[in-house]
């Protein structure tokens, strides 16, 4: 799997975001993550589009539900030609191999699977006094991936400083997508367990997230490059 940095296009509406992708020169196609916020404002139809102007998709609506429900619901997002979408490891080693299930076609092809361990947003105080897991955060967060591997998944979301020890517990072969990037000179915003582009590619990232130092900067497609540069 090469290497590549994924755009979080977190905006709200078509507009901003094409006018956002039309900065980029002709040839120049970014991988984009859609999220929750875009896709509930937008519909597939945003997702059609995106996809028909040459750019590879993450789809990151984070399913969690009934194993049957989220293999019904992966059977449509499959349909939708991205190239990888994604679901709560919580959901339990069922869940998963239900939501692997229904994303395989016919004929055997499917987008990307990749599982949410603990939100970064989460610390390890929370977790445990609030949703009781007893376990300290990264041993709960090399168990999910370690469950996700077993469903059959190819990887999962972590913060850059997790990437290193998912990849021990599951091999190298295991996917980390990992948001929480920035500039060394660059303004952190509300991400806390972050590191740069550079960092990310030593510690063993394969793909990484980035919304903010490339959407929210007065020149994107150097920060893209930037970006690039520094991990690809
Ligand atoms: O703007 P910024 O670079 O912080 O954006 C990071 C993106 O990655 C956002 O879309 C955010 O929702 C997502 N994300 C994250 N941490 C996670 C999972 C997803 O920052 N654990």
């Known amino acids: 799997m ?3 940095v994924i755009i979080a296009c977190d905006f709200s509406s078509r507009e901003a975001t094409l006018e956002f992708l039309d900065r980029f020169p002709a040839g120049r196609k970014p991988f ?12 597939p139809s945003i ?10 998709i993450f789809l990151d609506l984070k399913l969690h539900d009934i ?8 059977r449509v997002l499959s349909a939708l030609d991205v190239d990888m979408v994604n679901v709560h490891a919580a959901g339990t ?3 998963m191999e239900a939501a692997l299930e229904g994303l395989t076609r016919e004929d055997g092809s499917r987008p990307l699977l990749i599982a949410v361990t603990q939100l970064t947003s989460t610390s390890e105080e929370t977790m445990q006094k ?4 007893g376990a300290g955060i990264n041993e709960t967060i090399v168990k999910y991936a370690s469950n996700a591997c077993k469903a059959g998944l190819d ?3 972590c913060s850059p400083l997790e990437a290193g020890m998912v990849k021990k517990a599951c091999g190298d072969g295991f996917l980390t997508i990992t948001p929480g990037i920035r500039f060394a000179d660059a303004a952190t915003d509300d991400q806390v367990r972050i590191t740069t582009p550079a960092r990310a590619r030593e510690i063993g990232s394969d793909f990484i997230v980035v919304g903010r130092p490339i959407t929210a900067v007065s020149d994107p497609v150097a920060a893209y490059e930037r970006c690039l540069k520094e991990f690809v």
């Open 155 to 157: 990887g999962v979301v």
């Open 32 to 43: 984009v993550k859609i999220g929750m916020e875009l896709f509930y404002a937008e519909g």
């Open 67 to 74: 194993p049957n429900t989220v293999k019904k619901a992966m």
């Open 2 to 4: 090469n290497r590549d």
């Open 93 to 95: 080693i069922g869940m």
């Open 47 to 56: 997702v059609r589009e995106i996809n028909a102007r040459g750019h590879k």
């Open 130 to 133: 609030e949703l009781l897991i």
